[in-house]
């Protein structure tokens, strides 16, 4: 794997305003580290550029792997993973009404939701400890 350059890690960090772009947990509160993800793997051609890298949780990482589409549990067609560079996160997702929850409103939101299993058990007592200290749900 290529060595990203700390200038593109900032960048990468910076704009997304230190949360996985995926499950929307803050770094500065999570147990695991958190990972410069190659939103289009380099398995697939991917490359390491600002465009095609996103901040991700060790968790949501673990869960993508190289993956780019996968299955809508609801229709079961593959659908595109969701896109931090191209997606609005809005438009695929929303929390559900306690904010413990992030919900698939789109094939790509249901797809990503289960194949990265972004309300894992740690993640949803995570946002309730978040949402105890009024640091959650962030502001996208």
Known sequence: MPKIPISLQRIVVERA??????????????????NFEHIIPLIKEGLTTL????YSCGGCNAHK???????????RQLAPLFNPRTDKWSEHFQWSEDNL???GITPIGRA???RLK????????LRG????ANLHPPSL
């Open 17 to 34: 305003k230190g949360y996985c772009e995926y499950c929307q947990l803050p770094a500065a509160f999570s147990a695991s580290s958190f």
């Open 51 to 54: 465009f095609n890298l996103a």
């Open 65 to 75: 792997k190289d993956k780019i589409e996968a299955p809508d549990p609801l229709t």
């Open 101 to 103: 929850h992030i919900i």
């Open 112 to 114: 990503t939701v289960n």
């Open 118 to 125: 972004v309300n894992r058990e740690g993640n949803v007592n």
């Open 129 to 132: 400890l978040l949402i105890l």
